[in-house]
């Protein structure tokens, strides 16, 4: 449009008329497009305002509905017809792709979201940032990126080997396959009560996650079948929204990934000892982020450093983007920090799209509840 503008305005005036002349006023009832005056006074030894009300009068052309001259500007009304028509002549020739551009020549963004967790209910959280991640996703890649939806499933922890636990304590098969997340979870709510009177089931909880990490095939097996029964109701979720992923790596995928990421931080003289855990030091105003607990189990943080440097080799984004909720903003400035600490300049293409908490009566919305 700014081009049509142009080329009208030359064919009023001697002056030479470049694109980037032209303004956008500040309000549209001053018109859609204006051409200051200023910088042709000198030669044409008049005033910018005489200049702009000559130009102004003598301006007529089928796509110009109006011109006005304000304060040495030409204000430009363009006729509403033609240009509606255009829009939508190229709407229909162009498809889908309008409004389509190549800025993003073909680089990747990585998108961290949904990611929920197994045996837990789908929180208002992760469809928050399922939707977010996905209109995001969208809007990259018209604009010629090449997004990677990740779902990083909350996959593992010991609080699976509690589940196991209970599982053989109390589980019933046919309960699980109908109602899966629902059925894990009041047997992992169970497990807590009972936990509390009998303190011997956190010591079993505590075996059976590490003989999950050992990889034992049974234990295995199923934590395989709840993570299967539990994507299965997930999906039906993202079935409604139409969404899809290019990745469900999730935390457990980085089981076996994690020990060499542990020593390249020990070795970079990052982990420091406190109260026998190990931790990285990240800063005066930042607490320190917990590598590894006292009992030699890996974290959350451990996962998401080793996950981060696994996408950067594996994808080779330009921006690596987490979309989560601000409770985590903590936990993404201490897995930047860390990153940075290890040398590794494109920590800073990693960005943390937070968003906030829906709030019901000013309390956080259940699940379960409503
Ligand atoms: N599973 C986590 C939760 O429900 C969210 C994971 C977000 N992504 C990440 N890479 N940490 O809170």
Redesign the pocket.
Known sequence: MKQLVVDILQNFTSEIIEENMIEVPAYAHLGDYALPCFSFAKKQRKSPHVIAEELATRLKDENIENAKAVNGYVNIFMKRVPFTNSVLSSIHKEGVQYGSSYHGAGDIVTI?MS???IA?PF?M??LR?TVIGNSIALLLEKSGYKPIKIN???DWGTQFGKLLVAYHLWGDKKKVEKAPIQTLLELYIRFHKEAEIDETLNDKGRAAFKSLEDGEPSALALWEWFRTESLKEFQKIYDLLGVTFDSYQ??AFYNDKMDPIVDELQQKKLLIESDGALVVDVGENVPPCLIKKSDGATL?AT??IT?AIHRKKNYHFTKSL????NE?SL??SQLKIVLNKMGLEWSEAIQHISFGLILKNGKKLSTRKH
Not at 322 to 325: D, F, L, M, R, T
């Open positions: 961290d990611s929920p967790n837990k929180s959280g992760h940032s990083h499933l909350g999730g935390e959350y996962r998401d996950a987490y979309i989560v909720g985590q936990h993404f």
